[in-house]
Each structure stands twice: as structure tokens, then as C-alpha cells.
């Protein structure tokens, strides 16, 4: 093995653990914070007695689920009963790897890009996995042998197919202003034109609401509603695995929140930063933190629709994806298409 | 990277699509068959068109795609309306050209 | 080249011998792929060559699509399906055709598979006894025609004669760009997309109207 060959592995492997110890403790917290979070908006206190301010609680929750009792319903398809969790979590992970979390650093004599995958087309890649994620709720549901979960998993993907044309939609506007697919050019242009969410407003709200129904969150989760559907795909699935499934909610909701910020807030990108005149590690680390705080202020917006809007019925769900975010979607890309021409942005 | 490899993988993809469709009785896995060929001569035209570096082998295999996706939205639902008569989707069953 | 070669031979053989039988799809699976891998570690493969991973993603994707075929359940042969278009998309990759290849998986993978996968959920549609083939000189004619018509398609693709249309045109962006896709599309072949387009509308409208209930 050269030497090339094997910086690059070694680069890789760095940035894969960490980015993905950082997601999976996110994931492991968001629990925390939409418990705390949903108790404050509902005037009271949440769970605050396990380790301080009840930070050891997902450890709590985490072993519990360890613990419990994984029963196998008795005529499942076993094989693709297994592999629900599985589809349905790695999607999130991929998506995740295109994003870029900040700008390109020197170290150790080479310049390192602080994204996983470095590649040309990094937006097709995530509609790519976004669609991808549709088979784990559908296999879930199917595999169950349970006729709750068949109704929540078909309902649940058409869901999802649905709203996958309104995202993809709303990304082709910023893909016009931007004139590329790399996620690091999209950066780029709104760090010297002004963020998209100033002048692409209603492809942003498109996207968020897309975004929403995406990852079955309220007000879009009838798929997986405890009232309706028992729990909907995931019915038959317990301990560990349930917990995966719980686990790629949130991980999909971060991914979410992550391609959110780079496409609509500019991702990485601080006004005013270049004017200070930092040393360039420090100024990459303030990048850095401010993408993690534009995640962070997505990820807080989405508890806070879920504990504040009641549930959408399944057709009004449908109604909604077809009939308003697909025209209202066309129109946006007219209006970006015009100002694109007008030389505006 | 020779071209040849990928032809003879799509030849063999090409025939084992063929075989299903004759063998197999139940429509939507014909459908299926029929998907499994229409890959295997979209990778015949991105392996030529890589070979003689001209794009028009990703235009028709772009075509291909798109006319795939028609036909098996089409097929699907005649299969289903042919269910919803019948409760199966053996072909065999639907053989006579009549109710 | 020899080694692939034998290599897909050896899972077209097996696969041949157990078609005639009720098909156990682990042992299906697991047996050739442990030839292979026994194959390849005789012959010391290098691990970083790209035709070595182009000899295992074809090896993957030969061994599902005779598993599409074979398996009695079709939501099953609907997942290697989905593993056969990855395989392809992945073959796209390797002959520098990056957006077909994110188009194979967004259209193909995430869009009309999603499509089977409904329709089998909606129809409930149980495992098939006896792989629903037909009689049983059918499928030996079946086999026998298939094997043929492989062996002739192999022969006519490795021996052609002259050469291929080459035309090395300068690219807007690259070979397998988005950029160059688009410029042909939009360029040269904007009828076809257009056609393609309307085609797209009478296929929805057909759908739907034929998958619709009767409201009595």
C-alpha cells in the first residue's frame, strides 16, 4: 500500500468516527431534549433525576432497551423482519457523509475537507438515500404479519414518496441558483450572494414542511400515531430493534436539520467572519460551531412544531403533498428561474 | 477498464430476464423480468458510450428509464385491475381473451 | 478476465442445478459465494484493483438476478431486484457515469421498486409452491434456449468486428457530468424529453384510471 493510499484511509476513518460518535450521542440527547423541551412548553419539569439535570437519562433509557424481551412475531419473515431497522437506518448515515460541516483545513501538510465523501454530485446522492429510507417502513410493515402494521407501513411510503417530489422540488431552486450539485459550491454562493432563505422563502418553507413529513414527524406522523394505528409499521418490534427504529427517527431529523442549514442557512458560513482576520484553524472551529448551532436551532424548531400542531389526517396529508407543495413548488422554480436570468442573485 | 466485461454481464443479465419471463407464471415477477432486461441494455449503452466517449449512450439509457418507469406504472395497474377480477395473478388464468 | 468468467460460469451451473429443486434461497446463496471466495483467494487476487470489485459487484449481481428468478416469494425477488439495480448502479459508477448512476438509484431503486413493493402489499400476495413455473418441458426448453441465446449474445459481443463509433467531443464540464447530460438533453434531443414527458402524463392518467374501483 503507497503512501497516499494510506493517508487516505487513515483520513477517512478519523472523520468517520467522529462525525458518527458525534451523530449517534446527538441521537441519543435529542432524546433528552425533546423530552425536557416538550415539559417546557407543557409547564412542567421533565426527566431531571437521573445524573445532573438528568443527563444520564438516555444511558437509563438506552439500558432499559437493552434489557427488554426482543419477541419475534411467529409467521414474520424473518430475514426481512431483521432487516427493516437496518434500510431504514442507513440512509441517514449516508446522507449525513456528503454534508459538508466546514471549510477545508491544513494539517499535517495536506488540505483536509471537512466532509466525508467529497464527491460531484453530492444533492443527487441525498435524494438518492432519501428515497432509499421508504423501503425500511415498507418492509417493516410487510414483514410484521400483522395487518396494523401492513395499513401504517403502505400509508407511511406513500407518505413518503409523496413529499420526496416537494423536497426535491424545493432543492432544484437552490440547485439554480447555485449552478452545481456539490454541496460545497452551494456554500460558496450563498457565502457571496446572501443566504438562500432571504429571497427563496417559499422554496424553504417546501422544504421544511417536506422535510416534516419526511421524517414522519407531527404533524405528519398518522403512520406510526399511538391512537390510530397501535404504533403503526413498528407494532411488532421490540427492545433493541424498536430502538433502532426510534434511533433513525432522530437521526434522520438531524440529517434533515443538517441539509437544511447548508442549503437554506449556508451551511458553514459566518458574515463577517473573513473581515476579523482569525488564524485559519481558529476561524474553521467558529464555522464549525455555527453550523452546529443552525442544526441545533432546526432541530429545536422541529420539537417544538411536534408539541404545538395537532396531527394532519391521512388525506388531508396527501392533499397537502399533491395538491398544494408540488404546484406551489413549480411556481417557486419560475420565480427562482427569473431571478436567476434577471442577474439578481 | 475493458468494456467487454460489462457487455457479457449485461448479455447474461439480458438472458436470465428473458428465461423469467418465460418461466415464471405469476405477472409481477414478469414485470420484474422485463425491468431486469431493460437494465441490462441500458448498461450495453453506458459501456459503449464510455467506450467511444460520447454521451448519446447516457441520453438513451436516461430514455430507457423514463419509459420504463410509464411501463411499469401501466402494467402494475392492469395487474391490479385484473386481481380485483380474478383474486390471482396467475397468467395462465388470464389466457381466454374473454370476461 | 478467465477468472471472472469462470467464476460466473460456476454460478450459472449451480444455480442450474438447483432450479429444478424447491429452492432453500440461504443455501442458495451461501454455497456459491463460498466457491468464489475460495476461487479467489486461490488465484491471490489483489484486493485494490478495480477489476477485482468489478468481478465481485457482477458476481453479486448475476447471483441476485438468477435469484429474482428463482425465489417462490415476490416480495423477496423484489429485494434482490433492488440489489440487482444497485449492482448496476454501481457498474455506472465504474464506466465514469456518475448522475446516471444517482438516476438509476433515485428512479429505478427508490421510485419503481417502491412501486412493486406497494402492490404487492396491497394485494397480499402469499410465497408461490413450486415457483409457479410452468410444465416441466417447458422449463427445460426454457433453460436450454436461455443457455443458448447467453452463449450467442457472448460470443457476438466479444468478437465484434470494427470499431465503435469514437468521437472524443470536448465536454462542457466532463464525461458523465450532470452539466454534458443536460446539455444534450436540452440540446440536441429536447423532442425526445419532451415526448418523453407527455408519455409520462398519458402513463399516470392510464394508471390511475385502470387501477381505480368502479364507484357503483
Redesign the interface.
Known amino acids: 500500500?503507497d503512501g497516499g493510499?494510506l493517508w487516505i484511509l487513515v483520513e477517512s476513518s478519523v472523520k468517520i468516527a467522529l462525525f458518527f460518535g458525534v451523530m449517534l450521542t446527538t441521537v441519543a440527547y435529542m432524546t433528552l431534549v425533546e423530552r425536557r423541551v416538550s415539559a417546557w412548553i407543557q409547564d412542567r419539569r421533565g426527566p431531571n433525576r437521573v445524573g445532573p439535570f438528568g443527563l444520564l437519562q438516555p444511558m437509563a433509557d438506552g439500558l432499559k432497551f437493552l434489557f427488554k424481551e426482543a419477541i419475534t412475531p411467529q409467521h414474520a419473515?424473518r430475514?426481512?423482519y431483521l432487516l427493516a431497522p437496518v434500510i431504514i437506518f442507513v440512509p441517514s448515515m449516508v446522507t449525513f457523509s456528503v454534508i459538508p460541516f466546514g471549510p477545508s483545513i491544513e494539517a499535517f501538510g495536506r488540505v483536509i475537507p471537512l466532509q466525508i465523501a467529497v464527491?460531484?454530485?453530492g444533492v443527487?446522492?441525498i435524494?438518492?438515500?432519501a428515497?432509499?429510507g421508504?423501503?425500511g417502513v415498507?418492509?417493516a410493515?410487510?414483514s410484521s404479519n400483522n395487518k396494523y402494521s401492513?395499513m401504517g407501513?403502505?400509508r407511511s411510503?406513500?407518505q413518503l414518496?409523496s413529499y420526496e417530489l416537494a423536497m426535491g422540488v424545493a432543492i432544484v431552486g437552490v440547485l439554480m441558483s447555485a449552478g452545481s450539485?456539490r454541496l460545497t459550491d452551494i456554500v460558496a454562493h450563498q457565502a457571496a450572494h446572501g443566504w438562500n432563505i432571504l429571497w427563496q422563502l417559499p422554496g424553504f418553507l417546501i422544504f421544511m414542511t417536506a422535510a416534516f413529513a419526511e421524517t414522519n414527524r407531527l404533524p405528519f406522523d398518522l403512520p406510526e400515531a399511538e391512537t390510530e394505528l397501535v404504533a403503526g409499521y413498528h407494532t411488532e418490534y421490540s427492545g433493541m430493534r424498536f430502538s433502532m427504529f426510534y434511533m433513525a427517527e432522530y437521526a434522520n431529523m438531524i440529517t434533515a436539520a443538517a441539509l437544511a442549514a447548508t442549503l437554506y442557512l449556508g451551511g458553514y458560513h459566518v458574515p463577517g467572519l473573513a473581515a476579523l482576520g482569525l488564524s485559519e484553524k481558529l476561524a474553521a472551529a467558529i464555522q464549525v460551531l455555527a453550523f452546529a448551532l443552525k442544526m441545533g436551532l432546526f432541530l429545536f424548531i422541529y420539537v417544538w412544531v411536534r408539541w404545538t400542531l395537532p396531527r394532519f389526517r391521512y388525506d388531508q396529508l396527501m392533499n397537502l403533498g399533491w395538491k398544494v407543495l408540488l404546484p406551489a413548488g413549480l411556481l417557486h422554480i419560475v420565480w427562482v428561474a427569473f431571478v436567476v436570468l434577471m442577474g439578481w442573485a | 477498464?475493458?468494456?467487454?466485461?460489462?457487455?457479457?454481464?449485461a448479455?447474461?443479465?439480458?438472458?436470465?430476464?428473458?428465461?423469467?419471463v418465460?418461466?415464471?407464471?405469476?405477472a409481477?415477477?414478469m414485470?420484474?423480468?422485463v425491468?431486469?432486461m431493460l437494465?441490462a441494455v441500458?448498461?450495453t449503452f453506458?459501456?459503449?458510450?464510455?467506450?467511444?466517449?460520447?454521451?448519446?449512450g447516457?441520453?438513451f439509457?436516461?430514455?430507457v428509464?423514463?419509459?420504463?418507469?410509464?411501463?411499469?406504472?401501466?402494467g402494475?395497474?392492469?395487474?391490479?385491475?385484473l386481481?380485483?377480477r380474478r383474486r390471482t395473478?396467475?397468467v395462465d388464468n388470464a389466457s381466454l381473451m374473454r370476461w | 478476465?478467465n477468472l471472472?468468467?469462470g467464476l460466473?460460469l460456476v454460478v450459472?451451473l449451480f444455480a442450474l442445478l438447483r432450479v429444478f429443486r424447491p429452492a432453500n434461497p440461504?443455501l442458495t446463496a451461501i454455497l456459491p459465494g463460498l466457491v468464489a471466495v475460495g476461487l479467489l483467494a486461490a488465484y491471490h487476487q489483489d484486493l485494490?484493483r478495480?477489476?477485482f470489485w468489478?468481478?465481485a459487484v457482477?458476481f453479486v449481481?448475476?447471483l441476485s438476478?438468477?435469484l429474482?428468478?428463482m425465489h417462490p416469494?415476490?416480495?423477496?425477488?423484489?429485494?434482490f431486484?433492488?440489489l440487482?439495480?444497485f449492482c448496476?448502479a454501481l457498474?455506472?459508477l465504474?464506466?465514469?457515469?456518475?448522475?446516471?448512476a444517482?438516476?438509476?438509484?433515485?428512479?429505478?431503486?427508490?421510485?419503481?421498486m417502491?412501486?412493486?413493493?406497494?402492490?404487492?402489499?396491497?394485494?397480499?400476495?402469499p410465497a408461490?409452491e413450486g415457483?409457479?413455473?410452468?410444465g416441466g418441458i417447458?422449463?427445460w426448453a426454457?433453460?436450454l434456449?436461455?443457455?443458448g441465446?447467453?452463449a450467442l449474445?457472448?460470443f457476438v459481443?466479444?468478437h465484434r468486428l470494427g470499431r465503435?463509433?469514437?468521437?472524443?467531443?470536448s465536454?462542457v464540464q466532463e464525461?458523465?457530468?450532470?452539466r454534458?447530460?443536460g446539455m444534450?438533453?436540452f440540446g440536441r434531443?429536447l423532442f425526445?424529453f419532451e415526448a418523453?414527458s407527455v408519455?409520462?402524463v398519458?402513463?399516470?392518467v392510464?394508471?390511475?384510471i385502470?387501477?381505480k374501483?368502479r364507484l357503483q
Request: aromatic share 10%; with cysteine; net charge negative.
Open positions: 500500500m493510499l419473515h430475514a426481512v464527491v460531484d454530485n443527487l446522492i435524494l438518492a438515500f428515497s432509499m421508504v423501503y415498507a418492509l410493515g410487510w401492513l407501513g403502505l411510503s406513500a414518496i450539485l | 477498464m475493458p468494456v467487454d466485461f460489462f457487455l457479457v454481464i448479455a447474461l443479465l439480458f438472458t436470465i430476464g428473458s428465461v423469467g418465460l418461466i415464471r407464471r405469476n409481477i415477477v414485470l420484474m423480468c425491468e431486469l437494465n441500458n448498461l453506458v459501456a459503449f458510450a464510455q467506450e467511444g466517449q460520447r454521451m448519446t447516457h441520453v439509457a436516461f430514455f428509464m423514463t419509459v420504463a418507469a410509464a411501463e411499469a406504472a401501466v402494475l395497474a392492469i395487474v391490479i385491475a386481481f380485483r395473478t396467475d | 478476465m471472472l468468467t460466473i450459472v440461504l485494490l478495480l477489476e468489478a468481478g457482477g449481481a448475476i438476478a438468477l429474482i428468478v416469494n415476490p416480495m423477496v425477488s423484489v429485494l431486484l433492488i440487482n439495480l448496476i457498474f455506472y465504474m464506466l465514469r457515469a456518475e448522475v446516471l444517482a438516476l438509476q438509484v433515485i428512479v429505478y431503486a427508490g421510485a419503481i417502491v412501486l412493486f413493493v406497494f402492490v404487492i402489499m396491497l394485494l397480499n400476495l408461490e415457483l409457479g413455473a410452468g417447458q422449463r426454457a433453460v434456449l436461455g443457455s441465446f447467453a449474445l457472448v459481443l466479444r465503435p463509433y469514437f468521437e472524443p467531443g465536454f464525461f458523465g457530468s450532470a454534458d447530460l444534450l438533453l434531443y425526445a418523453a408519455l409520462l398519458a402513463a399516470m392510464g394508471a390511475v385502470l387501477a374501483r
